[in-house]
C-alpha cells in the first residue's frame, strides 16, 4: 500500500503567497507523474499543475505563471509554490501520484490521492 500526505494550506490575504507539500510513502518501487489538483464548491475537481519523474510540468492555464511545481525524488515529495494568490485559488487541494510498487516481485500500479488541504484567499 502507498499513500500521499499533504500540508501547507492555510488562510492567505490576495497577492499573498503558499506552498504546499505532497509525500508520498509506502512500498513504492517508482513514482512517474505527480499532480496537483483544486475543488471549489459546487465546481469539479481540475488539475493544477503536475510534474513528470523527468521534470517535464504541465500548467493549468489559470496558474501559469503564479504557480510552480517541483518535485524531489529521493524524498517522493512533489511540491506546490503558490504565489499572487487569488480569491478564485481558493479551494480544496489534492495531491495525486502514478505510483509502482513491488509485491512478491510483481509490479503493482497504484494511483492514490492525498487527503486534500484547504487554501483560503481573502480579498
Known amino acids: 500500500q502507498v499513500q500521499l500526505v499533504e500540508s501547507g494550506g492555510g488562510l492567505v490575504q490576495a497577492g499573498g503567497s503558499l506552498r504546499l507539500s505532497c509525500a508520498a510513502s509506502g512500498s513504492i518501487f517508482s513514482i512517474n507523474v505527480m499532480g496537483w489538483y483544486r475543488q471549489a464548491p459546487g465546481k469539479e475537481r481540475e488539475l493544477v499543475a503536475d510534474?513528470?519523474?523527468?521534470?517535464?510540468?504541465k500548467y493549468a492555464d489559470s496558474v501559469k505563471g503564479r504557480y510552480t511545481i517541483s518535485r524531489d525524488n529521493a524524498k517522493n515529495t512533489v511540491y506546490l509554490q503558490m504565489n499572487s494568490l487569488k480569491p478564485e485559488d481558493t479551494a480544496a487541494y489534492y495531491c495525486?501520484?502514478?505510483?509502482?510498487?513491488?509485491?512478491?516481485?510483481?509490479?503493482?500500479?497504484?494511483?492514490?490521492w492525498g487527503q486534500g488541504t484547504q487554501v483560503t484567499v481573502s480579498s
Open positions: 510534474i513528470t519523474s523527468g521534470g517535464r510540468t
Open positions: 495525486n501520484a502514478e505510483i509502482y510498487g513491488l509485491i512478491g516481485g510483481l509490479k503493482v500500479k497504484y494511483d492514490p
